[in-house]
Nanobody
Framework: QVQLVESGGGLVQAGGSLMLSCAVSGSRFSLNAMGWYRQAPGKQRESVAIITSGGTTTYRDSVKGRFTISRDNAKNTVYLQLNNLKPEDTAVYYC????????????WGQGTQVTVSS
């Protein structure tokens, strides 16, 4: 069974930074593309950043230049560095096994809350 456990969320002032982590077990992590998503109250869940098994990254426009997704295949962990945070970044952040041959596709973590105060 694939499990994803996010951590690193918290309360931060606007302009601050956080590092989110997502530890994955039960799959061949290195073979999968991974994604970070977020859901703000009253809004739909949206994609934030994606990293392929080969390390190619894509971002939604509103976070380009501020967020960085990375992965450590030796630790089966995907990261999301959040810099220059804005109040509109406030949401629950989730990681997801997006696609790939490693198993567990479309598995989600439980989420970690990020709150940015103005």
């Amino acid at each position: 069974q694939v499990q994803l456990v996010e951590s690193g969320g918290g309360l931060v002032q606007a302009g601050g930074s956080l590092m989110l982590s997502c530890a994955v077990s039960g799959s061949r992590f290195s073979l999968n593309a991974m994604g970070w998503y977020r859901q703000a109250p009253g809004k739909q869940r949206e994609s934030v950043a994606i990293i392929t098994s080969g390390g190619t990254t894509t971002y939604r426009d509103s976070v380009k230049g501020r967020f960085t997704i990375s992965r450590d295949n030796a630790k089966n962990t995907v990261y999301l560095q959040l810099n220059n945070l804005k109040p509109e970044d406030t949401a629950v952040y989730y990681c997801r096994v997006l696609r790939g041959a490693g198993g567990g596709v479309d598995s989600w973590g439980q989420g970690t809350q990020v709150t940015v105060s103005s």
